[in-house]
């Protein structure tokens, strides 16, 4: 509680905050860009469940809270989405970078704006896994630097700009193969199925106890 105590101690009048509301604008503008790549991510996977109500996808989209698991889920769902339609590829590079991105984006909304104890120096976002206050103040006391700077933040918000124009294009090339789908879903369905688990040969078919008939 000694180290917890000092760090509150510190009078917050000696701290630069000019320095300090610089990072949380850059902050505020990097993760509004990130909640614009995620409105996107969700136009995606509404289309991937080929769902005709917007609402309803959004609603599953964004009741899950991990972005990780919302990738894994659209993965899955264009296997048999994709298929046959030459986007496969590129849809799954475009996920790769979104959970990178996402992981970004975690590692600056979730961190903690400090000043260095030595010569009360603004230094940006404390970027930690766990939030353990004792093991921060060591970190900030031993002048170790575990910070997210400005143009950390500013290249978080620049590739957030560039994801949103890569799934506009990708959405607006992509939208031919969504309207022939969606007036055919069960002929490409039974066709990626067909696929993906096709049918036995009457000599293969196993007898399980005596129940099914020889071939």
Known sequence: MSEINRLLAFDPDAFKQEARDRVFMHVGRALNEWNRVEELTSVLFHRLLLCGAYAISSAAFYSIVSFSTRTSIMRETANWYFRYSGFEAELNLILS???????????????????KTLGLLPSGYLSRREMDFKLMYQE??????????????????????????????????????????????????????????????????PQIAGLLPPP
């Open 140 to 205: 900030i006391y031993r002048n170790r630097d575990f910070t997210l700077t400005i143009p950390d933040i500013a290249k978080l918000q620049l590739d957030c700009l560039y994801m949103q124009i890569w799934l506009l294009r990708f959405l607006e090339r992509s939208y031919g193969w969504h309207t022939w789908l969606s007036k055919r879903p069960e002929l490409h369905l039974h066709r990626v199925a067909r696929y993906v688990h096709p049918a036995n040969e009457p000599s293969q078919t």
């Open 97 to 115: 970078h979104l959970d990178r991105l996402a992981g970004r984006r975690n590692s600056v909304a979730h961190a903690v704006c400090y000043d």
